[in-house]
């Protein structure tokens, strides 16, 4: 059973064997091109097979978000954007105060500036601003844009930086306001759907903080030990609650997966420093107070993925109790906080230079090592992110992978920064088929040297997943245009696979 709180004491731990494990599958592997780290375009890094892939993807175009030169007309001077924070680290305002956006829960607005919205063409929405193309070649256009401005974030102008760091605007599905609104109503319904339907335990304390709880949300069988999936909710620390955190849980407890929410205190009453603490406390408690976990599997959105990354740096010796977490899922985050200092984001946040970059998970990836050989980790990031977002997820799992972890990078087309979580409460999603699976211990077959993952459903509302070897050469350009065809019945199908190029690169397997 997985014993409610108090009545379930640390040391009641079965002295019996551990749970058993399922064996481990092949090993998720994915080697993004060599990158430099931080900072450094990763663009010229790129081998000459990748231009070929986009331009055969079609809408499977997750180069359009790999940085470029910025023209030098669109510099900011170099060093503007560190040089512009006072000395409390914050950086000089904008444009006069933020008009009232869509209330969160809490009270707290949560939307980017006016006035600095992107151009109405971005969303498909509204007028385009004069010049720009109109129909099919305004998406284009927009790509192009990405593709041929983005550039390192020190040498973004501060607008450029806001836009870049305010996922709303990117969304195709609504207007900015909208996206926001819709995310927070899906996601609070999604709640009360699971809570209304599940056996739970709300409201557990895991300290003494007003947002220090968590909720649980149990299996219908859980005589036995089970898998629990923590997740920890986003909205840029200053939005949301874990009572919009159970929409997930009625898809997974249906698999035998348990489903944890957790509470947090978000800002202006919560600190970063204190964020951190507070998720890793309530990893701890979790382990001290359930005995019937069998493994722990994270999973954080936007702002909560930085914190669940940053749950994996942690040097568990002060918590007296090393949480078994076997698998992370990180969707769409931020693990680089300096480019946020910038932005209206850091204006309930406060944070200084220093307490960004000491909670930048990036900045503490070789913490992590010690604990890396047992924990799978999965990187997901959205077409629809903003280029920053992507090239933030793009970097870290390169870090995480460079310094030992298991980690896979997952692009999932056609999605953005919203409903690439709000599915999760969706049986057939790809994410939500491959946390189950993960759960689970089972093999994932994303074992290709070189993988990116593409998931057709949205469109197609189906449940395969087409897996993209990016391998380079005469193959994937093949691959893409099979993928592109939109191939109901797997790669290996289609005549075109059994070229042997193609089948090299098509290696892809369904999930379901
Ligand atoms: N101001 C942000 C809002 C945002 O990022 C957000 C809103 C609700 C839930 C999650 C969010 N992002 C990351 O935590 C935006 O413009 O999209």
């Known amino acids: 059973m997985f014993t409610p709180l108090l009545t379930d004491r640390p040391t009641d731990r079965p002295t019996d064997s551990p749970p058993a494990r399922a064996p481990p599958g092949r090993p998720i592997r994915y080697s993004l091109e060599p990158t430099d780290r931080r900072r450094r375009p990763i663009r010229a890094e790129l081998s000459p097979q990748r231009r070929p892939i986009r331009a055969q993807a079609g809408e499977f175009s997750f180069l359009a978000a790999l940085p470029r030169s910025v023209p030098p007309s669109r510099r900011a001077p170099r060093g503007a954007l560190t040089s512009s924070l006072n000395p409390q680290g914050q950086r000089p305002q904008l444009c006069p105060a933020a008009r009232p956006g869509p209330a969160c829960p809490g009270g707290q607005w949560l939307r980017a500036r006016p006035g600095l919205t992107r151009h109405p063409a971005a969303n498909g929405r509204g007028a385009a601003p004069p010049g720009a193309p109109t129909g099919p070649g305004r998406q284009r256009q927009r790509d192009r844009v990405v593709e041929e401005e983005m550039g390192r974030w020190q040498d973004m102008d501060l607008e450029e930086l806001e836009e870049q760091y305010s996922p709303s605007r990117w969304s195709r599905r609504m207007d900015s306001e909208s996206v926001i609104q819709a995310h927070i109503d899906v996601m609070t319904a999604g709640t009360q759907k699971a809570q209304a339907a599940a056996r739970t335990s709300l409201h557990i304390p895991y300290g003494d903080g007003d947002g220090e709880k968590l909720d649980i949300y149990f299996p219908v069988d859980s005589?036995?030990?089970?898998?629990?999936?923590?997740?920890?909710?986003?909205?840029?620390?200053?939005?949301?609650?874990?009572?919009?955190?159970?929409?997930?849980?009625?898809?997974?407890?249906?698999?035998?997966?348990?489903?944890?929410?957790?509470?947090?205190?978000?800002?202006?009453?919560?600190?970063?420093?204190?964020?951190?603490?507070?998720?890793?406390?309530?990893?701890?408690?979790?382990?001290?107070?359930?005995?019937?976990?069998?493994?722990?599997?994270?999973?954080?959105?936007?702002?909560?993925?930085?914190?669940?990354?940053?749950?994996?740096?942690?040097?568990?010796?002060?918590?007296?109790?090393?949480?078994?977490?076997?698998?992370?899922?990180?969707?769409?985050?931020?693990?680089?906080?300096?480019?946020?200092?910038?932005?209206?984001?850091?204006?309930?946040?406060?944070?200084?230079?220093?307490?960004?970059?000491?909670?930048?998970?990036?900045?503490?990836?070789?913490?992590?090592?010690?604990?890396?050989?047992?924990?799978?980790?999965?990187?997901?990031?959205?077409?629809?992110?903003?280029?920053?977002?992507?090239?933030?997820?793009?970097?870290?799992?390169?870090?995480?992978?460079?310094?030992?972890?298991?980690?896979?990078?997952?692009?999932?087309?056609?999605?953005?920064?919203?409903?690439?979580?709000?599915?999760?409460?969706?049986?057939?999603?790809?994410?939500?088929?491959?946390?189950?699976?993960?759960?689970?211990?089972?093999?994932?077959?994303?074992?290709?040297h070189d993988v990116r993952l593409y998931s057709r459903q949205a469109d197609r509302a189906e449940r395969r997943v087409q897996l993209l070897d990016a391998c380079g050469g005469a193959g994937c350009q093949a691959a893409s245009s099979v993928l592109q065809q939109g191939l109901d019945s797997g790669t290996a199908a289609h005549p075109q696979a059994q070229d042997p190029a193609v089948h090299r690169a098509c290696r892809g397997a369904t999930l379901c």
């Open 223 to 448: 005589s036995e030990t089970f898998p629990v999936f923590v997740y920890i909710h986003g909205g840029y620390w200053q939005c949301l609650s874990k009572d919009a955190s159970g929409f997930a849980a009625p898809a997974l407890l249906s698999q035998g997966i348990a489903v944890v929410a957790m509470g947090y205190d978000i800002a202006p009453k919560g600190h970063m420093d204190v964020m951190v603490l507070q998720v890793r406390r309530s990893l701890a408690f979790l382990v001290k107070q359930y005995h019937r976990i069998r493994g722990i599997y994270l999973c954080g959105h936007s702002a909560g993925a930085h914190l669940a990354a940053m749950v994996l740096s942690t040097d568990w010796t002060e918590f007296g109790v090393v949480p078994d977490i076997r698998g992370a899922i990180l969707v769409s985050g931020v693990y680089d906080l300096e480019p946020l200092l910038h932005t209206y984001v850091n204006d309930a946040l406060n944070m200084s230079l220093e307490v960004a970059q000491r909670n930048s998970p990036i900045l503490c990836v070789t913490q992590a090592v010690p604990v890396a050989a047992s924990c799978e980790v999965l990187v997901a990031v959205a077409q629809h992110d903003s280029p920053e977002f992507r090239r933030q997820s793009q970097e870290y799992s390169q870090a995480l992978r460079s310094a030992g972890w298991s980690v896979s990078l997952l692009d999932l087309a056609s999605v953005d920064h919203f409903d690439i979580i709000e599915k999760l409460s969706e049986e057939t999603y790809v994410l939500t088929q491959v946390c189950a699976e993960l759960c689970w211990g089972r093999p994932l077959h994303f074992h290709h």
